[in-house]
């Protein structure tokens, strides 16, 4: 995820577009940049680092009436100056920011290289630039260059450019927001409406496969070929304030709700449900067929995603634990160079995990880090990286970055598995086509959750617990921690056959059992559930609507009917609502509770 602001009017952009990538850095923050237009052409400043050491690095204040700008959370190349954005082509008569990913940047950029074009930076953005240049160079006016250059482009993408010595902005979106600002003679371009809040409220939400191009006349909204179209616009009724949690009380709300697009990045490129195959191409076929068994290290929310591709890897027939990495240095089991470890973590900074990660490199393991932060010091440590794409996020809490890293597990651990056998697991043709509907079935569970009246019927519960079988357990652990963490109730995550063996003395009517039914031995689960209920405790079950748990349970949460590997992740997605909304009855500080910090740079 990463912001782009533009502007075309009078008097100079460069106050509008810092303003604009300020109040864009929740979407990324590892490098700015912007480029405006003036007298001599198109003048770039980008450096790694926050908009702040941008404003400081700029000196000269910059002149020109339209200009770009770009705040980045990095997905290919780490955070250097060279990769920040804006790119251009060689001779710096093109611009472009860009957010998303393009999936055939390597196909492009080859053929870019090889007719002449040198370029500069790891990103896939910049073949964007070359390729607009490319057709400037074959005689195309401005605006075919720009269509003919989108139209090549495959994957995600919200994208500004512009050319030298024109008053004009060129933009177009497939699958990341984009959005334009329309104020008396001055028009802007951003991802989202907080960019240019302070300048406008009159807001046209484009849609995919929009092309606009605006100069200080007006704007042009068109189809890729060119046919116009109608966009309206819209008042936008938000305090400039609250505006980097958009229409949200909370970041923590917001990135619950952005778990349909941080999943669809996460998959982007990288299954191929047609074929039956695996597309991770961080990796050579082949890559893991040595390895005989996987540790996989990591904290809190992380260690339950880690528990949930541990789980993967052994249904899968691969020998694989999960162990918390605070309690590695005194209980690691044996490694060898055909172990892999695998250290967890959003932020790839958690101090405990890197020294996991640390003591494995040193016993001679092989390591990989599976993390949100593209140069981060996981990152750079480990032998290899695999990125989640999630985006920035800001509430203390973990939520779409656990849907992410569990998605990229499961899809790492049939690859393991794929390697290590010569083919891929039997149930990967199945599993493919129901992890590519996984946004749009956690869309489903968002729009119709309960989550809100039943935190609202059980807000004056004693204690709160969750149980699950199989993948079920870890986001039983999961849903008890964001609980806790965020309402400062006390709750618990059991394996549901553990209940009967001790936990079940807790149980009393005033403690609500949320149950999770993943469709692994789903009737067993149903017992447990009932031996609590017997006790009087209520139970929510978490399944879809079809299930015989829902004629037992005293409530329901839906989800729909998937594939045990991924049904978890939408029970989670339930269960954060659930805490999010409890949180909010009791007035808890959501996105910051108490004594607790989003990295952990201490062990
Ligand atoms: C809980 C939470 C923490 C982190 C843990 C590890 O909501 O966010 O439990 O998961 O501190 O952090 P990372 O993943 O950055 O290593």
Redesign the pocket.
């Known amino acids: 995820m990463c912001g782009i602001i533009g502007r075309v009017g009078d008097g100079n952009a460069l106050e509008s577009l810092l303003t604009g990538l300020e109040n864009l850095e929740y979407r990324g923050y590892d490098s700015a940049g912007i480029a405006v237009q003036n007298g001599s052409g198109i003048n770039v400043q980008k450096r790694s680092g926050k908009v702040e050491e941008l404003k400081e690095s700029i000196g000269e204040p910059l002149r020109g009436e339209v200009g770009i700008g770009h705040t980045r959370w990095s997905t290919h190349g780490p955070p250097t100056d060279a990769n920040a954005h804006p790119h251009t082509d060689e001779s710096e008569d093109v611009a472009v920011v860009h957010n998303g990913i393009i999936e055939n940047y390597a196909a492009l950029r080859e053929r870019l290289v090889a007719n002449g074009y040198a370029f500069s930076s790891e990103t896939d953005t910049e073949v964007i630039p070359h390729l607009i240049q490319y057709y400037l160079d074959a005689g195309l006016d401005s605006e075919t260059a720009f269509r003919q250059a989108i139209d090549e482009l495959e994957g995600n993408y919200a994208i500004t450019a512009m050319v030298s010595g024109e008053h004009v902005l060129y933009a177009a979106r497939q699958g990341s927001p984009l959005v334009v600002g329309i104020e008396d003679g001055e028009y802007f371009l951003a991802s989202d409406v907080p960019a240019f809040l302070e300048y406008t409220d009159s807001v046209v939400y484009l849609e995919d496969g929009d092309v606009v191009v605006v100069d200080e006349d007006g704007v042009e909204f068109t189809d890729l070929d060119g046919n116009p179209i109608t966009r309206t616009s819209e008042t936008v009724d938000w305090d400039p304030e609250q505006a980097g949690k958009g229409a949200y009380d909370h970041f923590m709300l917001k990135e619950i709700t952005e778990q349909p697009t941080s999943l669809a990045q996460a998959i982007e490129g990288r299954i191929d449900p047609t074929n039956s195959r695996i597309a991770l191409s961080d990796f050579e076929p082949g890559t893991f067929e040595e390895i005989d068994t996987v540790q996989f290290v990591?904290?809190?929310?992380?260690y339950h995603a880690a528990l949930y591709g541990s789980l993967i890897l052994n249904q899968a027939g691969v020998r694989s634990t999960a162990l918390l990495a605070n309690e590695y240095s005194v209980s690691a089991p044996p490694t060898d160079d055909d172990t892999l470890v695998i250290a967890?973590?959003?932020?790839?900074?958690?101090a405990d995990?890197l020294s996991a990660l640390r003591q494995a490199t040193a016993e001679g393991a092989r390591t990989l880090t599976v993390t949100n932060v593209v140069g981060s010091t996981a990152a750079r440590e480990a032998d290899d990286a695999l990125f989640i794409r999630a985006g920035p996020e800001i509430g203390?809490?973990?939520t779409k970055t656990f849907s992410s890293q569990a998605v990229i597990l499961t899809l790492l651990g049939q690859r393991i598995a794929s390697d290590r056998q010569g083919e891929p697991p039997a149930d990967l043709e199945s599993l493919l086509p129901e992890l590519a509907s996984m946004p749009g079935a956690i869309d489903d569970v968002l729009d119709d959750s309960d989550a809100a009246a039943i935190a609202e019927r059980y807000e004056d519960s004693q204690a709160y617990f969750f149980i699950g079988r199989g993948l079920g357990y870890p986001v039983a652990l999961e849903g008890a921690?964001?609980f806790k963490?965020i309402t400062y109730e006390h709750a618990e995550g059991f394996a549901s056959g553990e209940l009967k063996h001790g936990p079940l003395a807790l149980v009393t009517p005033a403690t609500p059992v949320f149950a999770i039914f993943t469709g692994e031995e789903d009737e067993k689960t149903l017992k447990n559930a009932e031996e609590a209920q017997t006790r009087g405790a209520p139970v929510v079950a978490v399944c879809p609507a079809d299930h015989p748990a829902v004629e037992v349970a005293d409530e329901h949460l839906e989800i729909a009917d998937t594939d045990p590997d991924l049904a978890g992740l939408l029970a989670n997605v339930q269960l954060q609502l659930v805490s999010y909304h409890a949180a909010d009855l009791l007035d808890r500080p959501i996105d910051k509770p108490r004594n607790l910090a989003k990295?952990?740079t201490v062990e």
Do not use: I, N, R, Y
């Open positions: 990591a904290c809190g929310t992380s967890v973590t959003q932020s790839g900074e958690t995990t203390v809490a973990a921690l964001k963490e990295s952990v």
